[in-house]
């Protein structure tokens, strides 16, 4: 099985994201947590079914802060939850995707993330999202 699982939105700063998300929509962050695997202060909206993600970098020098220079505030990726990481790593591997991350990595809410490069999904960045064992991962802060 695969779902949408939420939308990335890299910015400089979350606690200044979050005003324009929480006043402007009436929106309300579910928590924020470091995830050092990744480098990044994450914060979840829940707006339905997929969540909306606001990343900020913990270094300028990491991923998200070159994505943030070169690219300013925006969409960073979509997240797609999955029941069995490797098997579908397997599949785009086999396939011919260029993976970011041939094995799985410590996401967001202990759950196991891996990437797929931009380059062999027509320029969108995706993310594969698998729970951990007792459901969806939850962030706290």
């Known amino acids: 099985m695969i779902e949408l699982d939420h939308i990335g939105v890299a910015v400089k700063n979350l606690q200044d994201a979050r005003l324009a998300w929480d006043a402007g929509l009436g ?3 579910g928590g924020i947590e470091e995830v050092p695997s990744q480098g990044v202060k ?7 079914g997929p969540r909306l993600e ?5 270094q300028p020098d990491n991923s998200i802060g070159k994505f ?9 990726h979509v997240a797609f939850r999955v029941d069995d990481i490797e ?9 011919g995707l260029r993976l970011i991350d041939e ?6 809410g202990n759950s196991q993330v891996a990437f797929i490069h931009p380059a062999s999904m027509h320029g969108v960045l995706v993310e594969l999202v698998m729970e951990p064992r ?6 706290h802060g």
Do not use: D, I
């Open 103 to 108: 094995v799985p990595r410590p996401g967001a």
């Open 42 to 48: 994450v914060g979840f909206y829940a707006v339905g």
């Open 134 to 139: 007792n459901g969806r991962p939850q962030t």
């Open 87 to 95: 098997a579908v790593l397997s599949q785009a591997k086999r396939a």
């Open 54 to 58: 606001l990343l900020e970098p913990l």
């Open 68 to 76: 943030l220079e070169r690219r300013g505030e925006g969409m960073h």
């Open 27 to 29: 929106l309300h962050l």
